[in-house]
């Protein structure tokens, strides 16, 4: 059995033999754990090999680095290596300090110290924006970094609440413009047969003391074999999801509505099934898609239906009618339903017809849009956004609602919508690196 464990670099070259290099990291005697606490490295000792090692690493690689000028940029003489300078680099748990040559002209007196951030565009590694960018859009900014620093064991400047906010608000920005840019299909596409979409509001607290709310829109579109009964709920497998917080007559929510509808296998054949709450604007995106698919239902929502009959007041003695009143809606016989409510108005007192009121002029208003729940649900039709997550629920309040009176600006919801849609449709998978590499780019 050994007593001792040392961890050593090596660094080599693999034509020369005796170019060998090897330096301890650490050392140390193998001990029998007393507790579990024993077993293996402690956290902190985790991070401080890791410091050691990279910088090792990032010590031999600095030596390669080149700098992007050969000319001076005043008079065009040569540029020559006028020594080192260190530079800030923060990679995913750790923070190092890299050499990066000083730039000196031979003819004038121009000279310049380059640094990671001039070299690459950005000091910060992509996969800590990443990881910083995914924090940020989960949670707020301070729990974000706070999770950051616990993970890295300490705490870390670049990891700060406002630095996370910078780069949600970059990628989320990034992201918008790349929404923005032609829509091209990707090659593997499949027209689906039918979809299913869901648009939903939700009212945030504006940081303009002119308005007290706003509102964000979010939408998600799914094919219906991909929602698994999986508990009460159920998930969607595979969804694609757009949102917007922007005051543009429902441009932005329209268009990237389309575009996920698209990307989730939309076409001229297509039958697409709309539920929505029954708010106007919800309905103008639904609209969107009309002239892009084969056909179009769309329903009232029956969750956010029978929540409305839920929330009209009723005296005790007549609420048996309002319930019967709701399965004439859960057929499908709107008429029906409001020829009982205009019934129900006569037998009570004034101040319960202004709900029944209410109560009317949401059904004809939605009226087109109720249709015969019964035989849908008897048919396992979509009848309701409950039937899985709710849009807005995961997508807007889950990270801007409730906590701490938090106010606002719709740019700032925006981007934190733009990357949570981005997160929930699994496109972030596969294109994070491109969108933080363009983030970063821009800002360099
Ligand atoms: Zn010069």
Redesign the pocket.
Known sequence: MSEHYRIVIETFSSTNKHSVERKVIKEYKIKSPNSIMDLGFRHSEQIEILQEIQNKLLQEQSITLKSPLDK?P??G?HVRLNGVEPSDFHSVFTDHRVNVHRLK?G??D?NKVSSIESLFGTSVHPDLAKMQCEAGANHSFRAAQKILNLQSNGTRKINNHDRIKKVVDSIGGEIKKELQRPFKLPANHQAANELILQVDGGHLKSDDPEKSSFEALASVIYRPEDVQKKGERGFIESKQCAASALDDQLKTIKRNTLIAAKKQGLSMTTHVTALCDGAQNCWSVVDAIKSQCGSLTTILDWFHLSMKFQNTAMPPEHKIKLIRIKWHLWRGHADRALLRLLELKELVDIKYKASITTLQTYIENNETRIVDYRLRYKNGKAISRQIAESTVESLINQRCKGKQHMRWSRHGVHCILQVRAAIASKDWENNWEKTILNATLKAA
């Open positions: 001076c005043a008079c003489g002209c003819k004038c121009w």
